[in-house]
């Protein structure tokens, strides 16, 4: 909190708001009944400390273009919003990161929804939809129950504890190869793929990955997602969630999931703060962290 008893709420200053603000300085001295100072009375007190700066992994031409074309695709599909975020699957630095509704910074006190002040990237959890697919085929493929040419038969549509899922396109693909799957994002054979693979082995794989875990990227606020549903152990969740339905997840866990599969499997820990630099002139850099290795070279280069 500042001299004027502000403090940071969101994102990176709600993050870093001590490191930030410093602390103010104080005197406490004897005065004459005139309310003086006392030349020769006790004094005491401490100076204030400037706080940190820190230096950002944004990449400010960057950012800009990426905020700009992301606000014409928007208005192009009459979307409510939307989200970019552009990282290095090598290092983990975030290059770019854009929201839709948004705020002005220089006139931030005309904002009266205080959600646009937050970064929904990681405060937004949401079901991924097809996207999920990859991860479901990652995992099988890594674990070996299924290989790129192995095949299926999609007859449009399959029961499950009397539930009936379909393919989104309402299409009925007949005999398909796993890269077919991929390649037409084909819900059964999605779950096809996670019976093969089996309950406890799609949702170890789905943690390895990171989801229904914090990423702790540097910004306030940052949800788990949630994947409690593999827990109920029931086909028809397995199902749903291999087509990313019945499971929550935010935008940065996915970044960094797909990143892992562009990074010969390896997990990587997204940052923001390139730098700190202390008042004193001393700088703290952040260096690259892999988590683990969720899945082999070898199944992200055949995904």
């Known amino acids: 909190e500042d001299a004027r008893g502000r403090s940071g709420r969101y994102g990176l200053e709600g993050a870093f708001d001590p490191l930030l603000s410093g602390t103010t300085g104080f005197r406490e001295s004897e005065l004459d009944p005139r309310g003086r100072w006392i030349v020769f009375g006790a004094r005491t007190g401490t100076h204030a400390a400037n706080g940190a700066?820190?230096?950002l992994t944004?990449?400010?031409?960057?950012?800009?273009?990426?905020?700009?074309?992301?606000?014409l695709a928007v208005t192009d599909?009459?979307?409510?919003?939307?989200i970019v975020i552009i990282m290095h699957p090598v290092t983990g630095a975030i290059r770019a990161m854009c929201s839709i509704p948004s705020f002005d910074p220089n006139?931030?006190?005309?904002?009266?929804?205080?959600?646009?002040?937050?970064?929904?990237?990681?405060?937004?959890?949401y079901e991924p939809g097809s996207v999920f697919k990859a991860i479901t085929m990652a995992a099988a493929l890594d674990a070996g129950a299924v290989e790129p040419g192995t095949h299926f038969v999609d007859?449009?549509?399959?029961?499950?504890?009397?539930?009936?899922?379909?393919?989104?396109?309402?299409?009925?693909?007949?005999?398909?190869?796993m890269a077919d799957v991929l390649r037409f994002s084909i819900n059964t054979g999605a779950v096809f793929v996670a019976r093969t693979l089996g309950?406890?082995?799609?949702?170890?794989?789905?943690?390895?990955?990171?989801?229904?875990?914090?990423?702790?990227?540097?910004?306030?606020g940052e949800v788990p997602g949630n994947t409690s549903s593999l827990a109920a152990r029931e086909e028809i969740y397995l199902a749903t969630g291999s087509f990313g339905q019945g499971i929550t997840v935010t935008p940065l866990q996915l970044a960094v999931a797909y990143a892992a599969l562009a990074n010969g499997g390896k997990l990587i820990s997204p940052y923001l703060v390139e730098e700190v630099l202390a008042a004193d002139g001393t700088r703290r850099r952040t260096e690259p962290r892999v988590v683990r290795q969720v899945v082999s070279a070898r199944t992200a280069?055949?995904?």
């Open 53 to 55: 700066d820190l230096l």
């Open 107 to 125: 006139r931030y006190q005309e904002t009266t929804d205080l959600a646009r002040f937050s970064a929904p990237a990681v405060t937004a959890a």
């Open 155 to 177: 007859t449009g549509s399959v029961t499950l504890n009397g539930e009936k899922i379909t393919n989104t396109d309402g299409m009925v693909y007949g005999e398909r190869t």
């Open 301 to 303: 280069t055949l995904l």
């Open 199 to 220: 309950i406890d082995r799609f949702r170890a794989a789905v943690e390895r990955f990171g989801f229904g875990t914090r990423t702790d990227v540097e910004l306030a």
């Open 58 to 71: 944004i990449d400010r031409t960057l950012q800009l273009e990426t905020c700009r074309q992301l606000e």
């Open 77 to 82: 599909a009459k979307a409510a919003g939307g």
